[in-house]
Structure formats: structure tokens, C-alpha cells
């Protein structure tokens, strides 16, 4: 293979490759919980969920083709078993479970707000250890991705009613009195 000379020693697109086989990893493991939970839902909420998860894995399929092909173009190999899956992944799988609707929800929002977080140290990471600013702002669209579908995860068990002019209504609880 040639060697490659884009301005990045042989360490720093190392260190990026692997920042980048994590991510990669992480976004097939909240693909596969996507398609899962897809799959598995029931209830009231079946319609909606299901056309919002089929929205969401068909984005994480073109983000895990991304971060393959951001791999490969800094010289790397990008993770591809799903042996290499759970060994690279921050996310843990949840073999077996099937959650209620809201326990779906709920777990794809945990799971996306972790690679945020991790998407944002991976964007510091790439600036200021290994000085590669193209990666840094890959990675940065692929965050902006995550909070997105975070917010439309969340905004489906979140919120309280609002007044007409924006306010949020009180939403006291109130006991039934026994007569």
C-alpha cells in the first residue's frame, strides 16, 4: 500500500482510526437496538414508533457508511463483525429484552446521548491530540445526526401541555377523594 501523506503522522490517524472504529461501532449497536425495538413494539404507540425507528435506521445505515468510509480514507480498516462490534462499542447489547414502548424510547435516548458525549470528546480528541480538523468536523455533523434523533426520542415521552402563549400548564396530580 502507499503511504499515505495528508499532513497526519502514521500515530495521529492511528489514534483517529480508533476513535472512529468506536463510533462506528457504537452506531451499529444503537442500529440493531433501532431495528429490534422496530420490530418489537406494541401498543397505542405502534404506528408512530415504528415509522420514526424506520426513519432513524435508515440515517444510522448512512452513518455507519460514513464512518467505514472516513476510516479508509485516513489509511485504516474499519471494524465490520459483530465480534469487533462489541469489543470496540461504548454501548452495551441487550440480548433477550424486550422493553415496553416508553422502555424503548427511553433506552435509545440513553444510548444516543452517550455517543454524543463521547462524540464531542471524540471532536476534541481529533483537534487537539491528533490535529486533524477534517475528522473533527465529520464527527462534529455525525453529533448534530445523534442529537437530533436524540431530541425526536425524547420529545415522544417528554413534555407537559402549553398555554396558548407558551407557558407550560400546571400539571398538578390530583388524589380522588373517597366518599
Given at each position: 500500500?502507499?503511504?499515505?501523506?495528508?499532513?497526519?503522522?502514521?500515530?495521529?490517524?492511528?489514534?483517529?482510526?480508533?476513535?472512529?472504529?468506536?463510533?462506528?461501532?457504537?452506531?451499529?449497536?444503537?442500529?440493531?437496538?433501532?431495528?429490534?425495538?422496530?420490530?418489537?413494539?406494541?401498543?397505542?404507540?405502534?404506528?408512530?414508533?415504528?415509522?420514526?425507528?424506520?426513519?432513524?435506521y435508515?440515517?444510522?445505515?448512512?452513518?455507519?457508511?460514513?464512518?467505514?468510509?472516513?476510516?479508509?480514507?485516513?489509511?485504516?480498516?474499519?471494524?465490520?463483525?459483530?465480534?469487533?462490534?462489541?469489543?470496540?462499542?461504548?454501548?452495551?447489547?441487550?440480548?433477550?429484552?424486550?422493553?415496553?414502548?416508553?422502555?424503548?424510547?427511553?433506552?435509545?435516548?440513553?444510548?444516543?446521548?452517550?455517543?454524543?458525549?463521547?462524540?464531542?470528546?471524540?471532536?476534541?480528541?481529533?483537534?487537539?491530540?491528533?490535529?486533524?480538523?477534517g475528522?473533527?468536523?465529520?464527527?462534529?455533523?455525525?453529533?448534530?445526526?445523534?442529537?437530533?434523533?436524540?431530541?425526536?426520542?425524547?420529545?415522544?415521552?417528554?413534555?407537559?401541555?402549553?398555554?396558548?402563549?407558551?407557558?407550560?400548564?400546571?400539571?398538578?396530580?390530583?388524589t380522588?377523594?373517597?366518599v
Amino acid at each position: 500500500m502507499r503511504r499515505l501523506n495528508i499532513g497526519l503522522s502514521e500515530e495521529q490517524r492511528q489514534g483517529v482510526i480508533n476513535l472512529l472504529n468506536q463510533d462506528l461501532a457504537d452506531a451499529y449497536l444503537v442500529l440493531v437496538k433501532t431495528k429490534k425495538f422496530h420490530w418489537d413494539v406494541v401498543g397505542p404507540q405502534f404506528r408512530s414508533l415504528h415509522l420514526l425507528w424506520e426513519d432513524q435506521y435508515t440515517i444510522l445505515t448512512q452513518t455507519i457508511d460514513s464512518l467505514a468510509e472516513r476510516v479508509r480514507q485516513l489509511g485504516g480498516y474499519p471494524v465490520g463483525t459483530m465480534e469487533g462490534f462489541l469489543k470496540a462499542a461504548s454501548l452495551k447489547e441487550e440480548a433477550g429484552n424486550v422493553p415496553t414502548a416508553s422502555g424503548m424510547v427511553s433506552r435509545l435516548v440513553d444510548d444516543h446521548e452517550q455517543i454524543i458525549r463521547n462524540l464531542r470528546e471524540h471532536v476534541d480528541q481529533c483537534s487537539d491530540n491528533f490535529h486533524d480538523e477534517g475528522t473533527a468536523d465529520f464527527l462534529t455533523g455525525l453529533m448534530e445526526g445523534h442529537e437530533e434523533m436524540a431530541w425526536m426520542l425524547r420529545s415522544f415521552i417528554e413534555g407537559q401541555a402549553l398555554e396558548p402563549d407558551g407557558s407550560q400548564q400546571n400539571q398538578a396530580i390530583k388524589t380522588p377523594v373517597a366518599v
